[in-house]
């Protein structure tokens, strides 16, 4: 007589207890290059193992586990990618994703994860430098060669809902990190010019990029913290992608103040954020994002509309509009200084 496994219904707490095998799985697989590997017809085992430089076993215990996790399907002993992973982890794909586990599973990011019981009980990280808001954290060099492909969608976005801005318009890039927000309205509006902010080190590289892409006649780079540097006067706009968040309300309404003043009337700010639902608990990702922010800074969070909306008014910007920016999880905020 044969026994029938039954299918057992999924576990929340088991799968939860397993998640940090499915990351470590994801990163080898993209390490070993495996969905492209798929892509280019390499679609069973045995010819995994060769395209990938790995053991048999491996490679098909591997792909197994991405077929649960529901990235690749399997039918008669061969893999095929899924529509999301063809588009996000086949290297070839212009939306690539891969390179982003440099900065997303980094070992500066997931050892803010090990002591996640004391960041609850004090309300903040438990690393000693500050966590990821340290000054020139390496991080935001993992983040600033990895996270390009992420950005490419908001940084659009962005550039389109300003342009067109006025000719000779002067705009500031707070974080520019990639300098992917600041190379999309370079492009959008010819006579523009944009003053980037962030560390030296990281600097550095967006110079290096927005070299690559033949923009370095409209663009400067102003090193420091956002906080203390001297911003100037004059522009027409500042982009603020993915750094209030790292921050509490109060300082993030004095960083606002400041961004106020160096804006001219009329001028128009742009933030980039994960901004979940009232109830802080949907959409997934943007509610979630608290969690990353309670391991990795001090006082950091995933703020809602309404709450941008009154640290925004409080610093005394107005005509507030909000953008989702589907498929990504991130949402454009836009105000206005009166």
Same mark, same amino acid.
């Given at each position: 007589?044969?026994?029938?496994?039954?299918?057992?219904?999924?576990?929340?707490?088991?799968?939860?207890?397993?998640?940090?095998?499915?990351?470590?799985?994801?990163?080898?697989?993209?390490?070993?290059?495996?969905?492209?590997?798929?892509?280019?017809?390499?679609?069973?085992?045995? $010819?995994?193992?060769?395209?990938?430089?790995?053991?048999?076993?491996?490679?098909?215990?591997?792909?197994?586990?991405?077929?649960?996790?529901?990235?690749?399907?399997?039918?008669?002993?061969?893999?095929?990618?899924?529509?999301?992973?063809?588009?996000?982890?086949?290297? $070839?794909?212009?939306?690539?994703?891969?390179?982003?586990?440099?900065?997303?599973?980094?070992?500066?990011?997931?050892?803010?994860?090990?002591?996640?019981?004391?960041?609850?009980?004090?309300?903040?990280?438990?690393?000693?430098?500050?966590?990821?808001?340290?000054?020139?954290?390496?991080?935001?060099?993992?983040?600033?060669?990895?996270?390009?492909?992420?950005?490419?969608?908001?940084?659009?976005?962005?550039?389109?809902?300003?342009?067109?801005?006025?000719?000779?318009?002067?705009?500031?890039?707070?974080?520019?990190?990639?300098?992917?927000?600041?190379?999309?309205?370079? $492009?959008?509006?010819?006579?523009?010019?944009?003053?980037?902010?962030?560390?030296?080190?990281?600097?550095?590289?967006?110079?290096?990029?927005?070299?690559?892409?033949?923009?370095?006649?409209?663009? =400067?780079?102003?090193?420091?913290?956002?906080?203390?540097?001297?911003?100037?006067?004059?522009?027409?706009?500042?982009?603020?992608?993915?750094?209030?968040?790292?921050?509490?309300? =109060?300082?993030?309404?004095?960083?606002?103040?400041?961004?106020?003043?160096?804006?001219?009337?009329?001028?128009?700010?742009?933030?980039?954020?994960?901004?979940?639902?009232?109830?802080?608990?949907?959409?997934?990702?943007?509610?979630?994002?608290?969690?990353?922010?309670?391991?990795?800074?001090?006082?950091?969070?995933?703020?809602?509309?309404?709450?941008?909306?009154?640290?925004?008014?409080?610093?005394?910007?107005?005509?507030? =509009?909000?953008?989702?920016?589907?498929?990504?999880?991130?949402?454009?905020?836009?105000?206005?200084?009166?």
């Amino acid at each position: 007589m044969t026994q029938t496994v039954q299918q057992q219904p999924t576990s929340v707490v088991f799968d939860t207890f397993f998640g940090h095998q499915k990351t470590a799985a994801l990163k080898a697989a993209i390490e070993l290059d495996l969905f492209t590997a798929i892509a280019e017809g390499y679609d069973t085992a045995p $010819r995994l193992a060769e395209r990938c430089r790995a053991a048999e076993r491996g490679v098909r215990i591997l792909a197994d586990g991405m077929t649960v996790i529901g990235l690749l399907t399997k039918k008669d002993q061969t893999y095929q990618l899924t529509q999301e992973s063809a588009m996000l982890l086949d290297a $070839r794909s212009p939306a690539y994703m891969g390179k982003a586990a440099d900065f997303l599973v980094s070992p500066d990011l997931m050892r803010a994860y090990d002591h996640m019981t004391e960041a609850v009980r004090r309300g903040g990280t438990t690393l000693n430098d500050g966590g990821t808001i340290a000054p020139e954290h390496p991080a935001w060099i993992a983040f600033a060669t990895s996270m390009r492909a992420f950005a490419a969608l908001p940084a659009q976005a962005a550039a389109r809902h300003l342009s067109p801005l006025p000719g000779g318009a002067r705009v500031l890039d707070i974080a520019a990190s990639h300098g992917e927000y600041g190379m999309s309205i370079l $492009r959008s509006n010819p006579q523009a010019r944009v003053v980037a902010v962030d560390w030296a080190n990281v600097l550095k590289l967006t110079r290096q990029f927005v070299a690559e892409a033949g923009l370095a006649d409209r663009w =400067e780079a102003l090193p420091g913290s956002a906080f203390d540097v001297d911003l100037g006067t004059g522009y027409d706009a500042a982009l603020v992608p993915n750094f209030v968040h790292h921050f509490e309300p =109060e300082r993030i309404v004095a960083f606002y103040r400041r961004l106020h003043a160096a804006l001219n009337p009329g001028g128009r700010v742009a933030l980039l954020e994960f901004v979940p639902n009232e109830d802080r608990v949907s959409p997934p990702i943007p509610a979630s994002f608290s969690m990353t922010m309670l391991a990795t800074t001090a006082q950091g969070d995933a703020y809602t509309e309404k709450q941008h909306q009154a640290m925004l008014a409080e610093a005394g910007f107005n005509r507030v =509009e909000v953008h989702p920016i589907p498929p990504t999880p991130q949402t454009l905020i836009l105000a206005s200084r009166p």
